[in-house]
């Protein structure tokens, strides 16, 4: 990415940023490794002493990197937004709305965000700048950090050069642009499968880190406890590092609707969090009374849990089948409203005699609010929030105000249901490489109970060995072995690492996935049972073989 424009994303100027913050974290760098040398010098000797040059150099790359890293997520958030973006131009130049005009509307729509920073920033170019479009749009369009967004514009700015009509170039971007958002999609899931291949290969590495911290100390007399905590830690950094690239790196494709009006299913999951919640704080104090290894214990008082993410997979399932069912809608409705000569309140009249699916009961209640003269866009609002679907409220909210300019209904409403169907077919791209990552994830958390409680299976047993070995006076044997070790700590210890673990990872799934974060209560509940189950049959199973009291 060019300099310039990662500089320009920062939204100050560079003498400010490097004064305000690249200049304090590079001093704090070296004042950083300055201490711990005056502290601890006993531990920077020999080749360790280069730890300490890594601090500083770390804080400069950082402040160097940082410019970039904004800019990727600012391009990465347009390009997450560009389908919508183009669909809306379309739209509304169907309904021969004037540049300025088309732009100034983009620019107050709150949904875009930084393309709608981007889009007022062309209207001011225009309306006080007096800049033409095209040069407006190369101006924006070379300081932009989405080349699909600034490809867009240069494009944009050669056709009103030529004299192309407006209307006519964005209805032919709509293919150019939706090719473009499907290539940035796939290859987004491409590289998340990357990653998630990449993880695994962490995570085996880890658990051998885990294994390794519980048996070395018997051997070497180092501190069990410290080790493991230092897994423990590795653990969760590990984790939450993916956790952060996937989120850098999955497209901002939300599928429940983001309108401030509370629908049904939302208030069926506030009440689902607080049942759940009190069936945890219920079964809190029964688990005391029950004898089993804590690492059940746990999984039994996370089980309320489950409730919460069964009320949110039945929800997103609904959204997902009224997502589905939407493009035939709105072909449906563009087709008969343009029969009826515009008349959208007519062609909801008729379509109610037409099966939708689940969309049935939502076109029955829009058509009576509609006939009720309830304030037209409030009635489509809350039809978008009784579907809880956040394609549903942004393609409808175009369709309503493209029509209402005088865009031809039959046209606006074709054009919305072929965008949709690629949108909803990329989706399911998403969803299939969302459910390897669940048989992946499960299995690596069977793997973490599994071998970690091997591990400690092993120490207790060589621990219980050696303890009962009584040497006659002056006879000792070859080998030392440390037995001083608190194998209970290293249980809680084991079980933190598995709890963790399992949340984490059913956080990676939703984003993935993108759906509600409260969907993933379900992942996280069933891996944390995986990984107890697993490994107290192993522990049982060591027990059994090796005589472990």
Not at 95 to 116: C, G, M, P, V
Not at 486 to 493: G, M, Q, W
Request: hydrophobic share 50%; charged share 15%; glycine share 6%.
């Amino acid at each position: 990415m060019d300099t310039k424009i990662a500089i320009a994303s920062l939204g100050v100027p560079l003498p400010k940023y490097v004064k305000r913050f690249a200049l304090p974290i590079v001093i704090f760098g070296f004042l950083l490794s300055g201490v711990l040398y005056v502290l601890f010098p006993e531990l920077f000797l020999g080749p360790a002493q280069y730890v300490l040059l890594l601090l500083p150099i770390t804080c400069i790359a950082f402040v160097i990197m940082y410019p970039f890293s904004v800019a990727a997520g600012k391009a990465n958030e347009i390009d997450s937004n560009m389908h919508y973006y183009v669909t809306q131009m379309g739209a509304l130049a169907m309904a021969q709305t004037s540049r300025k005009e088309l732009f100034n509307i983009l620019a107050h729509d709150k949904n875009y965000h930084l393309l709608r920073e981007e889009s007022q920033k062309i209207f001011l170019l225009m309306d006080t700048w007096n800049l033409s479009l095209a040069d407006a749009c190369r101006f924006i369009g070379a300081r932009n950090p989405s080349i699909i967004f600034a490809d867009f514009l240069d494009r944009l700015a050669h056709a009103v050069q030529s004299g192309e009509p407006i209307e006519r170039f964005l209805e032919s971007e709509q293919d150019v642009v939706m090719n473009d958002y499907d290539t940035m999609y796939r290859g987004a899931i491409t590289t998340i499968d990357i990653v998630k291949e990449m993880f695994v290969s962490l995570i085996m590495s880890l658990i051998f880190l885990a294994s390794f911290s519980a048996i070395m100390p018997i051997i070497t007399g180092m501190n069990a406890t410290n080790l493991m905590l230092i897994s423990v830690f590795a653990f969760v950094m590990t984790d939450i590092a993916v956790i952060f690239f996937i989120k850098s790196k999955v497209p901002k494709d939300k599928i429940w609707q983001q309108l401030h009006i509370e629908s049904v299913a939302k208030r069926n999951l506030k009440r689902s969090i607080t049942i759940s919640l009190a069936g945890c704080l219920v079964v809190i104090p029964i688990v005391g009374f029950i004898s089993a290894p804590g690492v059940i214990k746990a999984a039994i008082v996370l089980t309320p849990l489950l409730y919460t993410g069964r009320i949110a997979s039945k929800e997103e399932a609904r959204i997902k089948r009224k997502d589905n069912n939407y493009p035939s809608f709105i072909r449906s409705l563009g087709s008969s409203a343009g029969a009826r000569g515009g008349m959208v309140i007519e062609a909801l009249k008729s379509l109610r005699a037409h099966d939708f699916g689940p969309l049935t009961t939502d076109i029955n209640n829009l058509y009576s609010r509609l006939v009720s003269r309830i304030n037209k866009l409030t009635s489509w609002d809350f039809f978008a929030v009784e579907t809880g679907s956040n394609l549903i409220h942004r393609f409808s909210a175009m369709f309503v105000e493209s029509t209402h300019l005088g865009a031809k209904a039959e046209l606006v409403g074709d054009m919305i249901a072929t965008n949709i169907h690629r949108i909803i077919l990329l989706r399911k791209l998403r969803y299939q490489s969302a459910s390897t990552m669940i048989g992946v994830f499960y299995g690596l958390t069977a793997g973490i109970g599994f071998t970690l409680y091997i591990s400690l299976g092993v120490v207790e047993l060589m621990q219980g060995m050696f303890e009962s070995v009584e040497m006659p006076p002056g006879m000792s044997i070859g080998m030392i072995l440390y037995t001083d070790i608190n194998i209970e700590v290293l249980y809680t210890l084991i079980t933190f690492i598995i709890i963790s673990h399992s949340l984490l990872s059913a956080v990676m799934i939703r984003l993935v996935d993108g759906g509600n974060l409260l969907n993933g209560t379900t992942h996280f509940v069933l891996m944390v049972w995986i990984g107890a189950i697993s490994a107290v049959v192993c522990k049982s199973t060591v027990t059994s073989l090796l005589g472990i009291g």
